[in-house]
Nanobody, 123 residues
Framework: QVQPVESGGGLVQAGGSLRLSCAAS????????VGWFRQAPGKEREFVSA????????YYADSVKGRFTISRDNAKNTVYLQMNSLKPEDTAVYYC????????????????WGQGTQVTVSS
């Protein structure tokens, strides 16, 4: 099975940028769609972005469209989430997950989850 491992979180001021990485241990990521989700304190985990196995299709939540960019490098077995123009409301634990499903926006379709990385945006 594939095990996602997130990195790149941290503390940034509003308007700043961060790049999250999701590397796969175990099996290769190349057959899987990969999604990013986030969970803020007291809130449910929500969809942020996803990318198809080939990288040809990308998906974004309305709240991050135009600010976040997802990409993948299958040769490096890694998926990236470039986050620009960060806002305090982006503060959350960000999770990477992998799925073979054709419904990449749906949290329940994901079988393999990372441990998460904290992103904190100060105002």
């Amino acid at each position: 099975q594939v095990q996602p491992v997130e990195s790149g979180g941290g503390l940034v001021q509003a308007g700043g940028s961060l790049r999250l990485s999701c590397a796969a241990s175990g099996r290769t990521f190349s057959s899987y769609a990969v999604g990013w989700f986030r969970q803020a304190p007291g809130k449910e985990r929500e969809f942020v972005s996803a990318i198809s196995w080939s990288g040809d299709n990308t998906y974004y939540a309305d709240s991050v469209k135009g600010r976040f960019t997802i990409s993948r490098d299958n040769a490096k077995n890694t998926v990236y989430l470039q986050m620009n123009s960060l806002k305090p409301e982006d503060t959350a634990v960000y999770y990477c997950a992998a799925t073979l499903s054709g419904r990449p926006r749906s949290l329940v379709e994901y079988d393999y989850w990372g441990q998460g990385t904290q992103v904190t945006v100060s105002s």
